[in-house]
């Protein structure tokens, strides 16, 4: 599948908000947020964060339909440790290979900034556990009751991919 994959900055700010909403209208679970707090926040903070952090994202015939971010953890302990978030690809362009194109993109960027990279998914997102799995991704624990949306709670994996095991090496790519 052919789509352009490039790291998002300020100037796409408006498309990033509109797919961030149109994401957290359909399944703010799996975001672990909701359409009504991002709604409301400006489209320059939608700018702030894209050069804050690192949001790659897909593009087919000039349309966004894909994004994948990561951001270095906060604080001296923490700075060799990125963090996952934000995975999503619009309905119409899924199984087509751009949520594996997004994610590699995401991972060449966070190899050259940090040692590891951890993320959180809803424990029954069979797609996406499927493919942070398949790039070297290994489950180490589960926060139990990790979200919560009106009477339901969420159980999320704590996955995390460790660029120096042989087991990322052998299985990028
Ligand atoms: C997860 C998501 C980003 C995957 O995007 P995508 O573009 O469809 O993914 P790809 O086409 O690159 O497929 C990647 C792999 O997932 C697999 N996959 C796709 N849909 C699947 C499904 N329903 N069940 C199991 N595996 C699935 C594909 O088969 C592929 O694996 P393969 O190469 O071994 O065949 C997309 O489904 C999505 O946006 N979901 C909603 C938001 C979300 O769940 N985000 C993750 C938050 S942690």
Same mark, same amino acid.
């Given at each position: 599948m052919s789509a352009a994959i490039r790291r998002l900055r300020s100037?796409?700010?408006a498309s990033f908000k509109a797919i961030r909403l149109e994401a957290l209208r359909a399944n703010p679970?799996?975001?672990r947020s909701t359409f009504e707090l991002e709604d409301r926040l400006d489209v320059t903070w939608f700018g702030s964060r894209l050069e804050n952090a690192h949001i790659m994202g897909a593009f087919r015939d000039d +349309?966004?339909?894909g994004t994948a971010?990561?951001?270095i953890q906060e604080g001296r302990p923490n700075a060799h440790k990125g963090?996952?978030?934000g995975m999503y690809v619009r309905p119409a362009s899924r199984n087509l290979g751009i949520g594996r194109l997004l994610l590699n993109a995401v991972l060449d960027a966070a190899r050259e900034n940090v040692e590891l990279v951890q993320l959180s998914v809803v424990r029954d997102n069979q797609p996406a556990r499927h493919l942070y799995e398949s790039v070297g991704f290994r489950d180490y624990g589960? +926060?139990?009751?990790?979200?919560?949306y009106d009477d339901r709670y969420y159980d999320e994996e704590?996955?995390?991919l460790d660029f120096g095991l042989p087991d990322f090496l052998s299985t990028h790519r």
């Open positions: 100037g796409d700010a679970e799996l975001l +349309e966004l339909v971010g990561f951001a963090r996952l978030f589960v +926060e139990t009751k990790a979200s919560k704590l996955m995390v």
